[in-house]
């Protein structure tokens, strides 16, 4: 292309690309160059904004090799996102903007609820039960766990630090069938440990678990 005396050539068009992470708990920001003749993506540089719900999230991030990836996203109060439909967007601001020029995407970021997993420990007087979030799941676990033993409810502990643990103590000479089961919470599904069924057994005065 032959300019005219003087004149300044335009800054060649770049195209972001927003790409949800499989994790879906942060995003990546694709950037290409679209020029004639094509250019190697590493010769792009310059950092992308991302916002999430309509606020910038964090510093802008640097492209390496055409691609910019967020930090874990969280909301205002610095908590995981919520499960459900949230609007990010990505800003590509060249280095150099004599020769590129900027570029933006919109897009809906889809969170889901994590997978949860409880485990139950049987003690000599007590039933303790351990929540978890399945990865990549982060665990925010409030609330409570039920406890059920030969089918039926025996008690509910509230979940302090990932753990719930309740007074119960199986009778000498009986094997019980003990089951946990969480109901869920905003941020986690719901599990039980019914595919792991614990037998508290007394024997000489002594509870043990198989």
Known sequence: MMLAKGAVAPSLATTLLYVASAYRSWVSALVSAVVTPAVALSTVTGAVQFVVDGRNFGTSQRVVNGVAT???LLDATRHPLKPGA???SATFVPDDTTKYASSHATANHVVKKASSQVSLVVHPATLSATLRAVAPGVAVAPGTVT???SGKVVGRAALRNGVATLRYVVK????????ASYRGNTYLLGSSSLKALLSAKVVGGLTTSS
């Open 147 to 149: 406890v059920k033993v």
């Open 70 to 72: 967020s930090t874990i």
């Open 172 to 179: 000498a000479g009986q094997s019980r069938l003990v089951s």
């Open 86 to 88: 949230h609007q990010v």
